[in-house]
């Protein structure tokens, strides 16, 4: 019994000095997992078409309100900024296409503490009905004439 309880002791000290089965490379930190802001700019006409707004930015603010970042779309009107933060406070700034006694307007839309998400399409509308397609049909109806008249 005596032996057999050394055996034992010897068996766990072993097991305990060479660390066990354990891989030191499986402990890895794990990397935040990032989230993306994402927002589409585009124009819309009177008539519903769309075009991207390649001038759109995105400014990233501050707890204070200034500036932490800017961010201006791609070709196809897409704004995004990746960031670790559950929410952000920012600003879709575009420019308006149409001139008010020469000088073009600014548009200022705000998200103040705002989820980190895909907001889809933000869409300004425009007044322009210059795309817009007219379509004409030529109806012609018979009218069988009424007995009596």
């Known amino acids: 019994m005596y032996r057999s309880f050394i055996l034992s ?3 766990i000290a072993v097991l305990a000095g060479c660390g066990g089965s354990g891989d030191s490379s499986s402990t890895k930190t794990p990397e935040p997992s990032g989230k993306t802001l994402t927002i589409t700019a585009v124009y819309r006409d009177a008539c519903g078409n769309e075009t991207p707004d390649r001038d759109a930015a995105l400014i990233i603010h501050n707890a204070d309100y200034s500036n932490k970042a800017t961010v201006y779309a791609d070709d196809n009107g897409v704004i995004s900024y990746p960031t670790t933060n559950g929410s952000e406070t920012f600003s879709l700034v575009r420019l308006v296409q149409e001139k008010i006694d020469g000088i073009t307007p600014v548009d200022l ?3 103040v503490d705002h989820p980190v998400i895909d907001l889809g399409k933000n869409a300004f509308q425009t007044g322009d009905s210059s795309a817009c397609e007219c379509r ?4 012609q109806v018979d009218v069988p004439a009424r007995v009596n008249s």
């Open 9 to 11: 002791a010897l068996s």
């Open 109 to 111: 839309l705000t998200f």
């Open 136 to 139: 004409t049909s030529n109806v």
